[in-house]
């Protein structure tokens, strides 16, 4: 399912765009079933899946994380067929290869996010760039809601045409995290983004974003997948996951499926 003329329009002008249709709701309710199956077997194993940020952000009264909590795993694709099945939907696929302007659509990394109910922590204004910056800015995030989320239960947020800035400053003082000036960027005065469960926004990764915290009585869960252009090249070799490089639509043209032996040395799995 590609994009109309409308909604590539509002995508390049702001810089994301919240779909419907994307899956079916048999679709939606796997991967909702198979999210909270996997998440039940990390607790069982005790697996650390904390993923509070870190840094002087959290200082600020309005972002206080004394008791909050957010649970994270990565990889989704190593954990079940369901999210492997999730990653090569033709519906997803085509809307980024719209977006990003190729036909050839490369995984960078994936991730499932659950936010407990009045304590889910918020996470800072951002841009993913700082994580995995690459020369033509080509990736985007697929953010697929599993719960309808609204800015009670955590949310996320966005900077509308921020993403026209291109790269902004890193004002994090946290080696493993990174945030833009939040006095230039304070999550008040960001859009909320009120989306039904299925519903799946796509952003660009140079948009300034964040999530608030879960004040209500309603868990948030999400999956995320970060997607590239395969014509595309970081400009770092960091935050390697496995399976990147993946091809979810198109070909691999620069033939880099051997990234992971290349820079086995630098591998980071976050």
């Known amino acids: 399912m590609g994009l109309t003329f409308d909604q590539k329009e509002f995508y390049k002008k702001n810089g994301y765009i919240l779909l419907d249709n994307i899956f079916t709701n048999g679709e939606i309710d796997e991967i909702s079933d198979t999210c909270d199956k996997v998440f039940d077997l990390k607790k069982v194993q005790n697996s650390n899946m904390e993923a509070t940020w870190e840094g002087s952000w ?46 050839n659509v490369l995984l960078h990394h994936s991730k499932a996010h659950v936010k407990p109910p009045e304590k889910g922590t918020s996470y800072p204004t951002h841009q993913d760039y700082h994580y995995f910056p690459y020369k033509n800015h080509s990736p985007v995030a697929a953010f697929i809601h599993l719960d309808d989320s609204d800015q009670e239960n955590g949310g996320l947020c966005v900077f509308p045409g921020s993403h026209l800035l291109g790269p902004l400053q890193d ?3 946290a080696h493993s995290h990174h945030y833009v000036d939040q006095e230039q960027f304070p999550i008040e005065k960001a859009t909320p983004v009120h989306a039904k469960k299925g519903q799946v926004l796509i952003f660009s990764y140079l948009l300034v974003h964040a999530s608030y915290p879960n004040v209500s009585t309603r868990r948030r869960r999400m999956l995320l997948i970060q997607m590239m252009a395969a014509e595309d090249k970081p400009t770092k070799q960091v935050h390697i996951s496995p399976c990147h490089g993946m091809v979810l639509r198109g070909q691999n043209v620069d033939c880099r499926a ?8 630098e591998v980071e799995l976050r």
Do not use: M, W, Y
Not at 74 to 103: M, Y
Not at 258 to 265: E, K, L, P, V, Y
């Open 171 to 173: 004002k994090s003082d």
């Open 58 to 103: 959290r200082t600020s009264e309005s972002h206080a994380t004394n008791e909050k909590s957010v649970l994270s795993i990565h990889n989704l694709q190593c954990h079940s067929s369901a999210f492997t099945n999730t990653l090569v939907n033709k519906n997803l696929v085509d809307a980024v290869a719209d977006i990003i302007g190729s036909p």
């Open 258 to 265: 051997d990234i992971n032996r290349s820079f086995i040395g």
